[in-house]
């Protein structure tokens, strides 16, 4: 079966091929500004299936499809990825020691079976010094990722913790696409490309 990524995401990319799956990937090109919500969870499924959508609208019927969004929803706000190394550096000095909740909605849709889910997982940010997030934001790192950190990255020395799935801050929760594909009647382990 033909697996579409509707999504630009490298991490994204990355973390289906470990787990065996290749899909092609189709970037949606949507306006994310359209989708408004003061919840960090229901805004990160709406534009998960929009993207999921614009995409589905572009295969074969056949093809699952799937389509990502993550948020930080920390003390109130909705963090995405930062506007500038300001904002990053604002917004780390306020996290340090503090905790988030990282939201990745995930919808999935062959044909015109659709699944929406948003997977949540707690994250402990460390105690950094000013240095330290002045040197992390110079890398540049924290401006292309929601939350302006990443757990696998230079941002991974930062974050004391997590409840809940690493693969969900990452950008996609492996174990909810499982449940979602065998929902919609594709056991997972049937996408798997293992080379021989
Ligand atoms: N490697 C890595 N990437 C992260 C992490 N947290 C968030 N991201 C990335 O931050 C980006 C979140 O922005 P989104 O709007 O969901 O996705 P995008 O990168 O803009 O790509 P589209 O799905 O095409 O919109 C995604 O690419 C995530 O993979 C992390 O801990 N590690």
């Known amino acids: 079966m033909r697996v579409v990524l509707a999504s630009q995401s490298p991490a994204r990319l990355a973390t289906l091929r470990s787990a065996g799956i290749e899909p092609d990937v189709i970037v949606s090109g949507v306006d994310e500004d359209q989708i408004t919500t003061t919840d960090a969870g229901n805004l990160a499924a709406a534009l998960a299936q929009l993207k999921c959508r614009a995409v589905a609208a572009q295969v074969e019927p056949d093809a699952l499809v799937i389509g990502c969004d993550s948020v930080l929803a920390f003390e109130g706000e909705i963090f995405g990825k930062p506007e500038g190394p300001d904002e990053a550096v604002g917004r780390w000095r306020r996290m340090r020691g503090r905790s988030g909740?990282?939201?990745?909605?995930?919808?999935?849709?062959?044909?015109?079976?659709?699944?929406?889910?948003?997977?949540?997982?707690?994250?402990?940010?460390?105690?950094?010094?000013?240095?330290?997030?002045?040197?992390?934001?110079?890398?540049?790192?924290?401006?292309?990722?929601?939350?302006?950190?990443?757990?696998?990255?230079?941002?991974?020395?930062?974050?004391?913790?997590?409840?809940?799935?690493?693969?969900?801050?990452?950008?996609?929760?492996l174990p909810v696409l499982r449940d979602m594909a065998r929902d919609l009647g594709i056991p997972w382990t049937s996408l798997w490309t293992l080379s021989s």
Do not use: K, Q, W
Not at 139 to 157: K, N, S
């Open 101 to 173: 909740v990282l939201h990745t909605g995930h919808c999935v849709r062959r044909g015109e079976d659709e699944l929406i889910e948003t997977a949540s997982t707690i994250v402990h940010f460390a105690d950094v010094t000013d240095d330290e997030i002045d040197a992390y934001v110079a890398t540049g790192e924290p401006l292309h990722v929601a939350g302006a950190f990443t757990i696998d990255g230079l941002g991974g020395a930062f974050i004391r913790g997590i409840e809940g799935d690493h693969h969900n801050v990452v950008g996609l929760s």
